[in-house]
């Protein structure tokens, strides 16, 4: 069946450290592709998204390119913020297969300090 | 934008009796509805799809006796747990969706803790 990996946390960066987090996928239609973020005590907001291979998903300074090609939809910043600290869920959902049902990566926390 | 509310935000619970749990658009009418579970440190788990007007869809696995939902409204989503025990403690978010099509985006709320003693 479809899955999500994401590259294990917790990750700890400085402010203005540069963010990369990895998020492969398996899947066997056209999925559209996620980033979630979770604060701490809240429940989940949508990042961005891309709906086709080479989309590029941006918000907030955060972006993640759709790889077909490595199946790959890594999220990246480049200048992190304390207030960027959250777990972050990668996410896909192969909409005509699955009535849009969202799988999602096992999550992976970032701590950023000042 | 779109929002979704959830109701308890917080639950404590004696073994062996039932809570309910709200989930409400606000804005919006929610054709179809999900309901997640969330365990510390983990990935969210897809327990059920509701779709207003009927029979909610359960993952494998997820006991439908006792996880009970109701959509009986195209802004409300239930979900009870009955005869609660402590293994039902977590965290239980729900989304909505607001058209048919599979492209919709779905909106989270922003959950409940359940705590069962």
């Known amino acids: 069946g479809d899955s999500v990996t994401q590259m294990e946390g917790p990750v700890t960066l400085s402010e203005e450290a540069c963010l990369t987090i990895n998020c492969t996928y398996t899947a066997t239609g056209y999925p559209s592709l996620f980033w979630y973020v979770q604060y701490p005590g809240e429940g989940l907001q949508l990042l961005l998204k891309?709906?086709?291979?080479?989309d590029k998903g941006s918000n907030k300074g955060f972006e993640a390119t759709y790889r077909k090609e490595t199946t790959s939809f890594h999220l990246e910043k480049g200048s992190v913020q304390v207030s960027d600290s959250a777990v972050y869920f990668c996410a896909l959902s192969d909409g005509y297969n699955q009535g849009g049902k969202l799988i999602f990566g096992q999550g992976t926390e970032l701590s950023v300090k000042p | 934008g779109a929002v979704v509310s959830q109701h308890p935000s917080r639950v404590i619970c004696k073994s062996g009796t039932s809570v309910k749990i709200e989930c409400r658009s606000l804005d919006f009418q929610a054709t179809t509805m999900f309901w997640y579970r969330q365990f510390p440190k983990k990935s969210l788990m897809l327990m059920a799809t509701?779709?207003?007007?009927?029979?909610?869809?359960?993952e494998q696995g997820v006991e439908k006796d006792k996880f009970l939902i109701n959509h009986a409204s195209l802004t409300l989503s239930t979900l009870t747990v009955t005869s609660a025990h402590p293994e039902d403690s977590s965290f239980y978010i729900c989304s909505a969706r607001e058209g048919t099509g599979v492209s919709y985006e779905q909106y989270f709320g922003p959950g409940t803790r359940l705590t069962v003693t």
């Open positions: 509701s779709n207003e007007g009927s029979k909610a869809t359960y």
């Open positions: 891309a709906t086709k291979a080479d």
